[in-house]
């Protein structure tokens, strides 16, 4: 597992709580023939997973959504983040809201159902 190099300023993701200790190495463009999965984290919702699939799509990526056999989807009980496009969060202007418990679940979900069709595909 890696992670891509912050663009945010340090002083401005600093006070917006980003995490900046993780221990993954940073990935480079180099690694990316070497990669059997990448599940790109992303700063909006639908609009921006659009966006993203479009690019993907023309390196002849496959695309892995998140499926609503995650139910978390569904839920009506909670204003929550989550679409067929992607894993999200509903984080505020300001950053103060933290992803919520549903939300993770999605994210985990995401992460397994990519992992578990990247290793069919490699097969």
Request: glycine residues 12%.
């Amino acid at each position: 597992m890696k992670r891509v190099p912050e663009t945010v300023p340090e002083d401005v993701a600093r006070k917006s709580g980003y995490k900046l200790d993780q221990a993954a190495p940073i990935a480079t463009v180099e690694d990316l023939p070497n990669y059997d999965a990448i599940v790109a984290e992303h700063g909006g919702q639908e609009t921006t997973m659009f966006s993203l699939i479009t690019n993907l799509l023309h390196f002849g990526m496959v695309v892995v959504g998140l499926p609503y056999s995650f139910q978390g989807q569904s839920r009506l009980d909670e204003v929550t983040g989550g679409a067929p496009y992607g894993a999200t969060t509903i984080a505020g202007g300001d950053g103060s809201r933290q992803p919520s418990a549903n939300e993770l679940d999605g994210a985990r979900y995401l992460g397994r159902h990519a992992a578990e069709i990247a290793a069919k595909i490699a097969a």
